[in-house]
């Protein structure tokens, strides 16, 4: 029996929904189209939840169970014009079907272990059941199935918050990955993502090294079904050039010879080469990077290969180079500080990540996830407890309004403050004004009475620039006012 009209439709949504992208919006409308009125409403955007982290997409696995019977009946008559929106029921369903065998197997390869990865044969087997085309590879579809698989647990499992930014920031990081066409992906791209440098912007403490990370731990790895093992070279090697002189990051970017410089008492390979083929390389700091060693750089990006310091002798860069900055480049350019053709060999793929207070202005629930998420990490069994402490006294102190202007660095530091001493006091370097410092010490009850009426008295002399006026104001002796008025203050205020 042919397909009906409405069975195509729906081989045809799940085509569209197998090669969307998981983090964006439209998967939840690809859902709905899929399942209608059996569609069950639930987040909008994809993110791990709070309260349930574990807690499974029931749409997911309604499709898979509404898809097997259409899938059947395509298979016992099918025609050619149904054959591509067969070919992707049967892809999107057999990841439905293999993916907890991936999840349970885990991300490491353990070469020596290929009993983790025998499912491989119950796939072939469901492979030639299917009697999916050899214009797919099962070996090479397997090797997408687990990069697929990966990916989404490095991005849905780091990249926490409810918001839209963090939704986008989410969805950035996947077309990183995969680009924006799965299918040219999965066809030809995959062997050629490592060629394209990827630049993360964006303010200071907003996790740049975190999506880095998710970037490179994704990357495509090629499975031998012979041996029933994966390459696994995926290895991370970060250098934060801020931290080191720019001998100090030459050395450890292209190596050096012995002799090359004073403290060279030997060879030293570095990160460049060092860096496997489905590795990556992370610089952080870009905008730090010495003028010399852009020029070095360059040339790694345009031939793929480097000299180290002292040598004469070529050698190849075969991984991903990733780099990340909170500057403005642009400006830098302006200023003759960075070279125009490095930015612009750099920004093929630009990710761009959102400040803390970017996801509060859109969704200031995602305060309690990341406090809670925090408190997992720093404190374990005892999260439960400490993480309606951390936000009754961020509520309490800082208020509702504060702008974390050092972002999820920040506010990680201030749930270990807690945690240790019922307190967290922000840096004078992090607060935006001396007035906010005032407020945040009055609301944390860490002033003396003398101490608040100093403040108060300098704030109000600063605009008035009168000690007549300001007794007058305040209700006090002029004598009062000129005691109390701090004239290391006086300055900051008056800059306001």
């Known amino acids: 029996m042919p397909l009906s009209t409405q069975q195509r439709a729906l081989l045809r949504s799940v085509s569209e929904l197998a090669y969307c992208n998981p983090f964006l919006p439209e998967r939840v409308q690809l859902e709905r189209a899929v399942l209608g009125a059996e569609f069950q409403e639930g987040e909008p955007v994809w993110s791990q939840q709070v309260d349930d982290p574990e807690r499974p997409r029931e749409n997911v696995w309604r499709i898979a169970t509404k898809l097997e019977p259409v899938v059947a009946l395509a298979r016992s008559d099918l025609r050619e014009q149904d054959m591509p929106l067969y070919e992707d029921a049967v892809l999107h ?8 065998k991936f999840f349970a197997a885990g991300f490491g390869n353990q070469a020596g272990n290929p009993a983790r990865w025998r499912f491989y044969h119950d796939l072939l087997a469901d492979w030639n059941h299917f009697g999916l085309p050899a214009a797919h590879d099962p070996c090479h579809i397997f090797a997408c199935f687990r990069q697929i698989q990966r990916a989404f647990e490095q991005v849905f499992r780091f990249i926490i918050g409810g918001s839209l ?32 440098a990827t630049l993360i ?41 801020s931290a080191l002189s720019p001998t100090l990051v030459e050395s450890e970017l292209f190596g050096h010879r012995r002799g090359s410089f004073t403290g060279a008492v030997a060879d ?44 004469t002798a070529g050698r190849q860069f075969r991984g991903k180079l990733i780099t990340a900055t909170n500057r403005d480049l642009s400006a830098l350019i302006q200023k ?30 995602v305060l309690r996830e990341l406090v809670f998420y925090m408190a997992r990490r720093v404190a374990g069994g005892e999260a439960e407890e400490l993480a309606p402490e951390v936000l009754e006294w961020i509520n309490g102190n800082l208020g509702p309004e504060y702008a974390w202007p050092g972002n999820y660095r920040e ?8 945690l240790i001493r019922r307190n967290y006091r922000p840096s004078g370097s992090t607060a935006s004004d001396p007035l906010e410092e005032l407020t945040l010490d009055l609301r944390a009850g860490r002033l003396t009475a003398d101490e608040l009426l100093s403040g108060y008295v300098t ?30 203050l006086l300055a900051s205020y008056r800059g306001l």
């Open 165 to 196: 930014p963090a939704a986008r920031l989410r969805a950035s990081i996947w077309q990183s990955i995969f680009t924006h066409d799965m299918r040219r992906y999965r066809r030809t791209l995959y062997a050629r993502m490592g060629e394209f």
């Open 336 to 365: 003759g500080q960075f070279r125009e053709d490095l930015y612009y060999r750099l920004c093929s793929d630009q990710v761009t990540t959102p400040s803390l207070a970017e996801q509060l202005a859109d969704s200031p629930g």
């Open 411 to 418: 506010l990680e530091q201030c749930v270990k403050n807690v």
């Open 93 to 100: 369903l057999l990841y439905q079907r293999y993916y907890p």
């Open 268 to 311: 030293r390979k570095g990160w460049l080469e060092m860096c496997p083929e489905l590795g990556s390389v992370f610089l952080d700091e870009l905008g730090d990077l010495d003028p010399a060693i852009q020029v070095k750089l360059l040339r790694v990006i345009e031939t793929r290969t480097f000299h180290p310091v002292g040598d």
């Open 201 to 241: 912007t964006g303010p200071s403490g907003t996790g740049k090294e975190l999506v880095a990370r998710a970037i490179a731990q994704s990357r495509y790895v090629p499975f031998d079904d012979q041996r029933l093992t994966f390459a696994d070279e995926d290895a991370f090697f970060p250098i934060n050039i």
């Open 459 to 488: 704030l109000v002399y600063s605009r008035t620039g009168s000690y007549e006026e300001t007794a007058r104001r305040l209700g006090l002796d002029r004598r009062t006012v000129k005691a109390k008025v701090n004239t290391n």
